[in-house]
């Protein structure tokens, strides 16, 4: 749900370049803001050229005005709450309400006005990653216009040179500000609507928190040590499915703003990178993919095609990034005497339970755990737990989509047949060789 904040005094008006009272205050426009954690419905064009809007994941875009020619964009920094997932929420910073903050999308050759509102308790600015931009409009605090004071409002200007998906983040204080969720993402339409045209277009950008279990602040000087994997600040269970309809082209734009790579992998199809933050890459240097490897700091694209219909894995292959609230230090004692290992434990916990010797799945356990924290690895479907956590979501192709609907169709409805199924187990065990023996022969 969008709400407005009220108009900002004439005092609060700062540029980010000199300005020299070329836009006044009184024509900031008001701010939206967002208090919904799920995906919010395409924002499509009302004037100008078309395009097929994107949608964010757990996210939504940013509503603009048209003043002559520019279009007009207003941006918060703020402290905000965020949920990971249900049962846990985190203290963030970001923007408009949320971290990461709204999508803003425009189009090839507009002019954009981005009005930036300092709710902070420290300067901030915000930098444009990826975009072509005169070098007062970069936002690096310090180097290309002065930091954003508390309480201060800057104005960014430039034209949008070319098509293609991008990142803003602060260039202040960076390590804490980056750290407490403050990125979005930036999405710009080709004029030409035929331009590599899509049916369905997802973003989202990808981060990192060290989050201690029961504490609701994230370290800002980890580097390595991080717990929670997310995509737009949410975890699974909690992140939104990506529901695509059977036969649509589909594009997945991925930003990467944590400290370490994420190979991104679909399953069920395959893929083109066809675009990064350096622009559109030539359809004759395309090659099909079932794994992208997303760098730190880049964006990478992907178009598919939905043509093989169920509920499909989307994930980070690490798989320590699809689990929640991992504990680095657990000792592996797989094939350890369990009774031995429940006295061991008693004596010091009696509320304790031990696990791991057979291994880790996690599906039928409960164990007590302090508030705001979730489980490693969590999540249902229709045959069991599906034990993920972290960077992992479904891409749901269903026939019977509408064009524009993107609600959760549920379970996918398997056809008879399709389904791995157990079969009876033999009553002996099957003869196997051993090394250093002669191969076994076969009668015939």
Known sequence: MFSRRGFLSTAALVGASAIQGRVQAASIPEAATMDKVVMQPPLHPTSGPDYRPVVTLNGWSLPFRMNGDWKEFHLVAEPVVREFAEGMKVNL???????????????????????????????????????????????????????????????????????????????????????????????????????????????????????????YLPHVNEMTDFNMWTWNARVFPGI???????GDKVRVRIGNLSMTNHPIHLHGHSFAVTCTDGGWIAESAQIPETTTDVPVGAIRVFDVLADNPGDWAFHCHKSHHTMNAMGHDVRNLIGVSRKDLAKAVGKLAPDGMAMGSTGMAMGN?????????????TGTGQ????????????????????????????????PQGTVAYEVAAPATEPARHKPGRAPMKHKM
């Open 240 to 246: 939104d499915p990506l529901p695509v309809r059977l």
């Open 93 to 215: 910073w970001g923007y408009n309400g949320q971290s990461p903050g709204p999508t803003i999308e425009a189009v090839e050759g507009d002019k954009l006005r981005i009005f930036v509102t300092n709710r902070l308790p420290e300067y901030t600015t915000v930098h444009w990653h990826g975009m072509i931009i005169p070098s007062g409009m970069d936002g690096v605090g310090g180097l290309t216009q002065p930091h954003i004071e508390p309480g201060k409002t800057f104005v960014y200007e430039f034209e949008m040179k070319k098509s293609g998906t991008f990142m803003y983040h602060p260039h202040s204080d960076e390590m804490v500000q980056m750290a407490m969720g403050m990125m979005g993402m930036v999405v710009v339409h080709p004029r030409d609507p035929n331009f590599r045209a899509v049916d369905r277009d997802f973003v989202f950008v990808m981060s990192t928190y060290r989050v201690d279990p029961g504490t």
């Open 365 to 377: 356990m409960e164990m007590p755990a302090p508030d705001n924290t979730l489980p490693m690895m």
């Open 383 to 414: 045959f069991g737990p599906i034990e993920m956590g972290g960077m992992f979501t479904v891409m749901k192709i269903r026939e019977d989509l509408a064009r524009d609907d993107y609600r959760d169709p549920g379970p996918y409805k398997f």
